[in-house]
């Protein structure tokens, strides 16, 4: 087993007793009449322009973001180059407008937090040299912020949830398990051996040119999955589940979209279409995918929760499974995870929705 900092890249900047020491100087004492200590959160890892101010009682004063979304759906993936100038074009405002609706001047910051790991490097720069700009400029303390570290730690805002707990972080970039010890102290139990699940599930849509269908074109590929398989019979397509005799945590998706591919290419030939043509049974397609890789999380899910129970780490009192990232807004797959805990009598907590994405908030 691996801690997540050295499985996901740099080791953070900052020590862990300086984190520590930094968060327990957020203790509010009425009594010296202090004022509330203000951070700033900004986050570019991706495709997301995002900003927020919270207090150290994780009140949440003001927020902004800019979606990139439209533009990418057009080029037909993130092109790096192009998220990075849409970052530049878009951060300042975000910025302003989230001090706008926070109702504070960058003055009163006690600090600014920022994403530096991990995610697109050209992306990342562009959060980092601005806030590298604000903080030179106010005179403010600087804290780097792990972006897989701050949706694991998300819950925390809107539920009061003890250490440890076991995360099942999923998005477009990452999948993995980990044991969350504390702030900063994460112990990790798999990780994806390949692609991550949101990326799959994106290629899958390109595969199937959902962007050419009217009522999937504005969304991303994975909300379009999700949406078309509700209209789909996954029963008409049997897709083999990944790892199936590894008895580890890990993930495999690389595999699966190699096979979906290759029959989505067979069906194209059946019915005598080109490719980037829609196929009739586009909709039996994605709701056997969604359903394949629902499954195939929830079973290396089922067995990471046997692993912590068997081990002592989750008792009755703390058996708690918090799932966030992008795709833990996929409602069949939080369905397939009540399943899991539900039989191995664990709590099941998922931010809401518009904190399960990227978000200024998390990074605050």
Known sequence: ML??????GVPCR??????????KSFTFHPEKQLLHKLVLGIETSCDDTAAAVVDETGNILGEAIHSQTKVHLKTGGIIPSVAQQLHRENIEKIVKETLSASGITPNELSAIATTVKPGL???LGVGLEYSTQLVNQYKKPFIPIHHMEAHALTIRITNKIDFPFLVLLVSGGHCLLAIVQGVS????????LDIAPGDMLDKVARRLSLI?????STMSGGKAIEHLAKQGNRLHFDFRHPLHFCRNCDFSFSGLQTAVDRMITQKEKEEGIEK??????AADIAAAVQHTVASHIAKRTHRAILFCQQKGVL???NAVLVVSGGVASNLYIRKTLEIVTKATNCI????PLKLCTDNGIMIA
């Open 3 to 8: 801690t997540l900092n050295k499985i996901l």
């Open 315 to 317: 008792t009755p009192s």
């Open 121 to 123: 490097a050209l992306s």
């Open 276 to 281: 980037g043509e829609i196929l009739s049974c």
């Open 14 to 23: 900052l020590a862990k007793w300086q984190i520590h020491g930094f968060l």
């Open 212 to 216: 050419k269908h009217p009522a999937y």
């Open 348 to 351: 099941l907590l998922c931010p």
């Open 185 to 192: 102290d994460f112990l990790l139990l798999g990780k994806s």
